[in-house]
């Protein structure tokens, strides 16, 4: 079964067992890794909106607990600077005119 099957299938009875969250959660990490994490983190924020009140508290949960589990294992500093170094190419200091 698909990750994300099993996280909405778990908002749409309206109950998830801690131990069904921590298990998906290192599932999806073990299979994809961060991006994995990051991609059920959108597809949370991005349906949450869509789903019916009631439904929304326990998706907020499962989206609160992915993140959690993201900075918990891939902490944002390392992540923040590696980005940081693909996004800013070095600068070169000017030469100065002597």
């Given at each position: 079964m698909n990750i994300s099957e099993i996280v909405w299938k778990s908002?749409?009875?309206g109950?998830?067992?801690?131990s069904e969250v921590l298990n998906?959660?290192?599932?999806?990490?073990?299979r994809k890794g961060q991006i994995g994490l990051w991609a059920l983190e959108n597809e949370l924020r991005a349906?949450?909106?869509?789903?019916?009140p009631a439904a929304r508290p326990?998706?907020?949960a499962w989206?609160?607990?992915?993140?959690?589990?993201r900075t918990t294992y891939y902490p944002e500093g390392?992540?923040?600077r590696l980005f940081h170094r693909f996004v800013q190419p070095?600068?070169?200091?000017?030469?100065f005119a002597s």
């Open positions: 908002v749409g009875r109950a998830a067992h801690p998906t959660l290192i599932e999806l990490d073990n349906k949450m909106p869509l789903l019916r326990l998706a907020q989206l609160e607990a992915t993140v959690l589990y390392r992540l923040s070095e600068q070169q200091p000017l030469p």
